[in-house]
């Protein structure tokens, strides 16, 4: 019987072995028919379908702060822009994908592959950039056949664009690409290739305001690279808006006055240090640095002998001429060398040891005092004065009144000019101070060399009773949705080396720079406002004296530079203008007019500002 039992059990076991066996192997058996169907059947189409979808991040440019003026006008915007790139991933073959697209928007096919061949194996995943700002109808070609594109993308991305052609383009300056050496700096760390940053003026002052905070979207893919889905989205942030200083009525008036001749227009407000204006002529296009300039256009700007990109209000250096007076006439005053009631004789020649100096008019002025020599313009008395003075000591005063050092806008490359003394002579040229170079150093000629902006901030200082006021280019900065963050502080840079009396003396000769029958500014003159100003006559290196050869007789290039420094009203004034006109000869007859349609345009409409003659 336990014989039996045993044999059953042992049948009963290896009943159930096989049965579970029999249900491993069908497992297994349906697997491997799974995975043949998988692999075998449907590969070719699970493979398609595998690399139909992608999940890829992109960037989403921020929208570059806008720029306005002083009264709420907008100068600076951004208009859309499609820039046209391929992801040689999904643009398979690259070749004839590129042949496609050069036939349909009509662009040679060696272009683009131009900017592809350099950045294959690097740049497999990730757009290359082929065209830049393509249009609306290279767009339209590129969107009906996008099925017939595969790979190509077109980014619609905000572009800057400059709403007055060459206006106020020193000031505002432009955008160009980032560099390799920019890119390296750790003030760009934040920066990618491709990325457009400011390269001059206010664009570059302000570029940590207004460039905005990058943001990105996370999409789904399809095998063309086609957007399928948004998965995520991280908003950009534009940038901040830039209030300037300047007046765009006046600017526009400025720049017109300066149209067809070389030169600059600046002016500002002498109680806070706002910069009103700053016009340079010749201009360039902003717009042209941001759509791309060919190499024909930019030789064009870089030898163009009138320096179309030199911010000539900051970066021109000129001898003052007869407008450094001022500072010549302070310093005999305050040293004691003269007064009041000084007179010298003007017979329209000075001799200085075995030379003889001579005034501007032939027959000279006769007996001279201070008021009369700055309302008319007499080189013998400053020569005098100069001589008692001494260079070091006219040298004291000119870097007082913040000449020789930059005024400190808030713009690249601010030149110095030059205020000479007998050291820095030895030092450059190893010969020592002659006297009579002296004689034309106190008339604003020989080695001195200020920029229109340091003319400018001093004029102002006396107008205003002393005070150098560091120009401001930047009146506010809001956020985009109008919140002030940053508003300009008028800042003091410093103090002229003058008493009230002497300058009340100053201001006065001034006056009757334009308001006498005999000041050499007379044609600046406006019925109702008083205008108080300076001219100047700048000779330039290498001419002969104007004595000896007739106007006529001398080259363009040779001619001098007029100036014209002015303020307006007299009292209380509101308005400071310096104007240079490069080889425009006479600054009563080049740039006194231009101030003198400045003053009108930006006070007649005002009626408020206009203000009885000085005492």
């Known amino acids: 019987m336990s014989e039996y039992l045993k044999t059953a059990d042992a049948d009963w076991y290896k009943r159930r072995i096989i049965k579970v066996m029999f249900c491993a192997v069908g497992a297994f058996f349906i697997l491997f028919i799974r995975l043949f169907y998988l692999q075998v059947i449907q590969g070719e189409e699970l493979k398609r379908l595998s690399e139909n979808n992608f999940i890829r991040l992109q960037s989403t440019d921020a929208s570059r702060g806008l720029i306005f003026d002083r009264n709420g006008n907008l100068l600076v ?41 350099p950045k294959k194996g690097i740049s497999f995943y990730k757009p290359i950039l082929l065209k830049q700002d393509i249009g609306r109808d290279a767009l339209a070609a590129v969107e009906v056949r996008k099925f017939d594109l595969p790979g190509i993308i077109v980014d619609v991305k905000p572009r800057r664009h400059y709403l007055f052609e060459q206006s106020t383009a020193h000031l505002i300056g ?83 006055l300066l149209k067809g001749v070389a030169g600059a227009v600046v002016a500002m407000d002498p109680e806070t240090g706002h910069i009103l204006v700053m016009a340079n002529s010749p201009s360039f296009d902003q717009n042209a640095f941001v759509d791309g300039m060919s190499h024909e256009q930019w030789n064009a700007l870089v030898s163009n002998p009138f320096r179309p990109m030199e911010n000539k209000a900051v970066q021109g250096e000129y001898p003052p001429a007869s407008t450094y007076k001022m500072v ?54 400053f020569y005098q004065v100069g001589q008692k003075l001494g260079i070091d000591r006219l040298a004291w005063y000119a870097k007082a009144f913040g000449l020789g050092t930059p005024t400190g806008i808030n713009l690249d490359h601010e030149a110095s000019g030059l205020v000479p003394t007998s050291t820095w002579k030895r030092r450059r040229t190893g010969i020592a101070w002659q006297g009579g170079e002296t004689l034309s150093v106190a ?31 930047m009146k506010s900065i809001e956020t985009a949705d109008g919140k002030t963050i940053l508003k300009s502080k008028s800042q003091i840079s410093g103090k002229l080396p003058a008493s009230k009396q002497t300058l009340e003396i100053i201001k006065r000769g001034l006056w009757e720079v334009v308001n006498t029958q005999k000041g050499t500014g007379r044609i600046a003159y406006i019925e109702g406002v008083d205008v108080s ?21 001398i080259s363009d290039h040779l001619k001098a530079h007029a100036w014209f420094v002015s303020y307006a009203p007299s009292i209380d004034p509101k308005i400071a203008v310096a104007v240079i006109i490069e080889h425009g000869e006479h600054g009563s007859s080049a740039a006194a007019p231009i101030a003198k349609e400045i003053i009108k345009t930006y006070l007649i409409k005002d009626p408020s500002s206009r203000m009885s003659k000085a005492n």
């Not at 008019?361 to 309302?375: F, P, S």
């Not at 100003?533 to 007789?553: I, L």
Request: proline residues 4%; aromatic residues 8%.
């Open 443 to 473: 008339i604003g000629q020989g080695y001195n060399l200020v920029t229109p902006l340091q003319m400018l901030v001093l004029t102002s200082a006396v107008a205003n009773g002393g005070l150098r006021y560091k120009p401001l280019i």
């Open 174 to 256: 432009y955008l160009s690409e980032i560099n390799s050496d920019e890119l390296k700096s750790e003030k760009y760390s934040e920066y990618q290739s491709g990325d457009f940053i400011g390269k001059f003026g206010v664009e570059k002052a302000f570029e940590p305001f207004l460039r905005g905070k990058s943001g990105g979207r996370q999409v789904e893919v399809n095998v063309t690279g086609q957007i399928v889905k948004i998965l995520k989205t991280v908003a950009a942030h534009p940038g901040q808006n830039v209030y300037l200083t300047i007046d765009h009525t006046l600017q526009n008036k400025a720049e017109a």
């Open 533 to 553: 100003g300076k001219t100047g006559t700048a000779q330039v290196v290498g001419r002969k004296d104007n004595n000896v050869q007739p106007e006529s007789e």
């Open 328 to 381: 010549t006439a302070i310093a005999g005053l305050e040293d004691k060398i003269i007064d009041k009631t000084t007179i010298f004789k003007c017979p329209g020649h000075y001799k200085y040891g075995n030379r003889v100096y001579r005034c501007w008019k032939r027959g000279g002025h006769g007996n001279v005092d201070i008021l009369k020599a700055l309302a008319e313009s007499c080189d013998v008395f």
């Open 77 to 117: 915007d951004n208009r859309p822009a499609f820039d046209l790139s391929i992801i040689l991933k999904d643009a398979k073959p690259v070749e004839r994908t590129i042949e496609k697209l050069s036939h349909y928007i009509n662009v040679p096919p060696t272009e683009f592959m131009g900017k592809i061949s």
